[in-house]
DNA sequence: CGCCTCTTTGAGCTCAATCAAGGTGTGTGG
DNA sequence: CCACACACCTTGATTGAGCTCAAAGAGGCG
């Protein structure tokens, strides 16, 4: 458990004061797939990622999902709504490859977690984070499509403490089109082509990004 | 300056508090079109917007500006980069219209605001709030534009306390166009339409919507 | 071994972008 | 006070990036 240690939300922190701060706390192992939190349902309680990935997704108009956002280990899920008088997750969750997440009842927030301004803080440090990336997406609207998976990437490698080449979670074609907005197809066609040109290099979903520079140039190229 | 009072954000609050809070408040005018903060910049004030309404840009990779967020009365601007060591405006800000900002130096926040828990909690909902709006655009990505451009009203609509039907601030097409990703033609073409539908009507930059439900229909119906 | 998920490729079509041109209102400097 | 620039709105014509539809191969799993 002192793996908790590691993640920079807890920085400063003894392993007293963690052991105190989870009291309760569950881990919970999840197979690939399986749903973590259901959107709309009511939220008593809240988490850390502690391995794999859990991607958070709303259905969009057409009933397809929609994924808002990739959660990697050391990130807080739900935390940020626990202050409301009667939370209701905005998002659903679902593991991607097998994932385990550290559980908290929404009590042990309200009595232990929400008196320690400097972890609420470095909670609240996490949602700007998120939403500068959200602005960002927003910023490449107009982009071509390859700007956007070009970005994806590299935004998901970042959040990625070392400095792998490798992308942390197993990422499906679809899963990208379906945090861009953009169709399988034409996501498969743009990575085809980088496939070819040697710039990345997929196996078993495993995506590593061979030549990094190439993939930043896409991001402004306006030729193919 | 009691108008503070009125504002969700202070609910619970005396005025004797919340003239503590605003120690060193000075209100700034803000003219049409006029910069608040410019991104980039050292960030060693943030504030509450009194009257009107400011827009948050940021550049896209065409150097154009996309608009990331419009802030009504009521919003805080910057506070949640306040408790970073050194903050940035992450966005820049420009007064649509004639508005008011009180504006609170970075101390008082620090001194001030940051022990105050209910408060720092009922900034992290307006956080939310607006991760909530940020995710649902993202979910209409691949919906047609005509769909964006009715979420987008009323979205605005619905910030505004009233239940009013016209757009409390001044919103061109082109603005329309800039927040949604998309060209201010093709914004023209479908509000023209729906103006000769008498669905909505301008005036003066000031959007009213007539027909309420005939918007909502936009956002789902696959036909005209 | 049939089913499901993921990937791939091709063909055709569509929505919205771009380009072009013109109209209006407003502020500004000569 | 006029003319000139500028911001905003409008309409039409053309074009293309990416969507849809269709078909098929390659694992993996019960």
Redesign the interface.
Same mark, same amino acid.
Not at 58 to 62: A, E, H, Y
Not at 134 to 143: D, G, R, S, Y
């Given at each position: 458990m002192s793996e908790l240690l590691n993640f920079k939300v807890f920085e400063g922190y003894s392993a007293d004061q963690l052991l105190d701060l989870c009291t309760s706390g569950e881990i919970i192992v999840s197979k690939h797939k399986q749903l973590l939190y259901q959107m709309g349902q009511k939220a008593d309680s809240f988490g850390i990622v502690l391995s794999g990935a859990y991607k958070l997704s709303?259905?969009?108009?057409?009933g397809e999902d929609?994924i808002?956002h990739f959660s990697t280990p050391g990130d807080i899920i739900a935390a940020?709504?626990m202050?409301?008088p009667s939370p209701i997750y905005?998002?659903s969750s679902y593991a991607m490859g097998p994932s385990r997440f550290l559980k908290i009842p929404r009590e042990v927030f309200l009595q232990k977690w929400? =008196?320690q301004?400097d972890l609420?803080?470095k909670i #609240?440090?996490l $949602? =700007?984070t998120?939403?500068?990336s959200?602005?960002? #997406?927003?910023? $490449?609207?107009?982009?071509p499509l390859s700007?956007k998976i070009a970005f994806l990437l590299i935004d998901i490698l970042n959040k990625y403490e070392g400095d792998e080449s490798t992308l942390p979670l197993p990422l499906t074609r679809k899963e990208i089109a379906d945090s861009?907005?953009a169709s399988v197809e034409s996501v498969i066609r743009i990575m085809s082509d980088w496939s070819k040109k040697g710039i990345i290099e997929t196996q078993d979903q495993q995506i590593k990004v061979l030549k990094l520079d190439k993939i930043i140039e896409e991001?402004?190229a306006t030729s193919s």
């Open positions: 709303r259905p969009n108009p057409n929609t808002v940020f709504i202050a409301q905005p998002v929400k =008196s301004t609420i803080f #609240q440090g $949602l =700007s998120r939403i500068g959200l602005q960002t #997406q927003k910023t $490449l609207l107009k982009a700007a861009l907005g991001m402004s």
